[in-house]
DNA sequence: CACGTGACTGTGAGCGCTCACAGTGCCAGA
DNA sequence: TCTGGCACTGTGAGCGCTCACAGTCACGTG
């Protein structure tokens, strides 16, 4: 008995081990009665694996409560089954917008689905910016899913330049750039629902837009002038300087200011005109009866302002589920191009 | 020289591989003219290494553009640098709060500072839980951050039994669970602003508390009953059913119907208070001349209702920051503690 | 002058997995 | 009966890194 420690050193280190640190693949494979390879061989799904071999393995695993360890295996498949979230902003105040919110949700349920796991990265600064391309280039993640509102994002085009698999929300501002997008329609739907104001019986319709260093803002605004062309009425062209509520209170007071006879308004974003309501309350305007008002995004706030707002919908789960299908295309090494999505008019109280 | 390509056959290979698939290691260790070992010391910032070889394999890794491959580096070391943020929620309302945002933005960028990463993970479904679970027992993280507002959440209980390093934000609601936790002092907070309220010289005080099954709903009500004690009105309590603008609409509305003389309400989120300042105003009542409202959070909407909400601040970064820190020395094997942080009062025009 | 000492460096043995390849046994066809 | 093919299985060689250990070398010190 003395011996009996020298005499299996091997399996003993190998039961110590399992209980240690989680059971690995040979002690699947002893457990099972069958060797790794065929253990790694159920595990991918792979052929050529007899029936009864099978139900050894994953009986086997149950029974030592097997996890893969992904480190492992990514050593040699050089796949991380990660995808990075990049939110490449200057500031991040996209963060309080519900738009983003919805969809950073979305993706992390759909990846989910294929087992492959989000890691959320902020990139508002050079020193975070250069952390996410280390990250990235290091393996960390297969590819990136960017959302970048911003025209000439440094980020982007060093993304573009390292031939990393990258898929942007959004039209990217920039046409130099060789990675495809996922957008919805924001000039269809802007054309939508200045159209619908139109068929109102609104002659001054006038707009907030966002900022012109963003798709949304330059697309949106577009579609307006698709519909109204001659018709924008003089000073009717207001700018926020972001997506937040504040920056829609001030827009509206200008366009108040320098477009008082207004009779509807088209803002850009849904943030925006909550802030555009209150500053049309401030200045003792009704809505809908002085004023119709037409929001983008159809977020959560929504249905929930004073008077509900009529919006365009974005069909933000579809984006989510677009955008991560096509970096899988990317990842694989196949052909992707970008896709545009349908928006469509909701219509509530406020027009 | 016709043999000098076969006199560095090796050199060669490692050449070739290192533009194939980005260099080594051992790439670097040879361009510096060191070993493996030595680069490996210097990237860990071990002693022992002469300034010159340290300032040489610098050299080498810019120059080979060298970066660690975390895969490799997790299968020994079993540390994987990232850590998950969970979000175990039945429902995923949370998704829409400002204060869950604002929350997983610090996180990111706290983390990040430390060179680790967020893995954002949802579990709302068993199957998600499952996921999550094997997700981290298998090694793909160090630790979690877990976000689980509800009572008897079976996550937050399966974490706890497999002894991982964990650390919840918000008081567990079950008393039961070793994991350490970082909270704002909501108790204390509702404390403060019904205090403040009753010193606005109002009597009939109310409260629209959150749903028993979480930390905020529980002790801001109990911080709101501190004060008033005996003087808390009759059917002056009503639940919101979750954190949400319909649900505190829907509270306020039931509130005014069965006790229709209150004169001030304490609302148990922000979220909430947008929905209550509609139901009063669709009541016709004005605020804050009829009834003064107060909210909790002090989330990115407070300045934006009308009038501006006047609400208790939870010092959402700071919570961040220590849940962060907490778990570091969970990971870490150090001993751990809960925190407390005080909340305080933010005086705006609806009380 | 031998020898311990300490700073520094190189080396081998893995971590747990996948992949290519080399078997093994069985059956149909020659 | 032999052979080729097929379904299935085992095995070795790494992936790139860290860690423990075993050097090596230049110093003092006895």
């Known amino acids: 008995m003395s011996d009996g420690a020298s005499v299996h050193p091997k399996s003993r280190g190998a039961a110590r081990r399992a209980q240690r640190r989680g059971p690995t693949m040979e002690d699947v494979a002893e457990v099972a009665g069958v060797s790794r390879g065929t253990v790694s061989r159920v595990l991918n799904g792979a052929f050529h694996v007899s029936p009864e071999s099978q139900a050894a393995v994953r009986a086997a695993m149950r029974e030592t409560g097997y996890v893969v360890n992904q480190s492992a295996r990514s050593l040699v498949t050089r796949r991380s089954g990660a995808v990075a979230f990049v939110l ?3 500031q991040d105040r996209l963060f309080e917008d519900p738009v983003f919110n919805v969809l950073l949700r979305a993706c992390t349920q759909i990846l989910a689905e294929d087992d492959s796991s989000l ?3 902020l990139a508002s600064t050079p020193q975070e910016r250069t952390r996410v391309m280390r990250f990235v280039q290091g393996g960390h993640v297969d590819g990136v899913l960017l959302v970048s509102t911003h025209t ?3 980020l982007a085009t060093e993304l573009d330049a390292a031939g990393l698999p990258v898929v942007v929300c959004g039209r990217p501002p920039d046409a130099g750039l ?13 054309r939508l629902i200045t159209q619908y104001l139109l068929d109102q019986g609104r002659h001054r319709i006038a707009t907030v837009a966002g900022p012109d260093d963003t798709a949304g803002g330059v697309e949106r605004l577009a579609g307006y002038r698709d519909v109204l062309g001659a018709r924008v009425p003089d000073r009717g062209v207001v700018r926020a300087t972001d997506f937040s509520i504040a920056a829609g209170h001030a827009a509206m007071a200008a366009l108040l200011a320098g477009c008082p006879d207004l ?9 925006l005109a909550v ?3 209150e500053a049309l309350h401030a200045a003792g305007r009704r809505v809908p009866d002085d004023v ?8 959560a706030i929504a249905p ?9 919908r974005q069909p933000l789960a579809q984006v989510a589920a677009e955008m991560v299908e096509v970096l899988r295309q990317l990842i694989d090494g196949r052909p992707a191009s970008s896709r545009v999505l349908p928006t469509t008019l909701v219509r509530r109280g406020s027009a």
């Open 88 to 90: 490449s902003e200057p």
């Open 178 to 190: 060789r990675m495809p997008y996922v957008a919805a329609d924001d000039r269809g739907g802007a």
């Open 152 to 154: 000439g994002d440094p």
């Open 119 to 121: 890691v959320l990265m």
């Open 304 to 312: 929930a302002t004073r008077p509900p707002l009529t919006t365009v």
């Open 263 to 271: 009779d509807a308004v088209f803002v850009a974003s849904d943030l």
């Open 275 to 277: 802030g555009a309501l």
């Open 292 to 299: 119709l008002v037409g929001g983008f995004d159809d977020s």
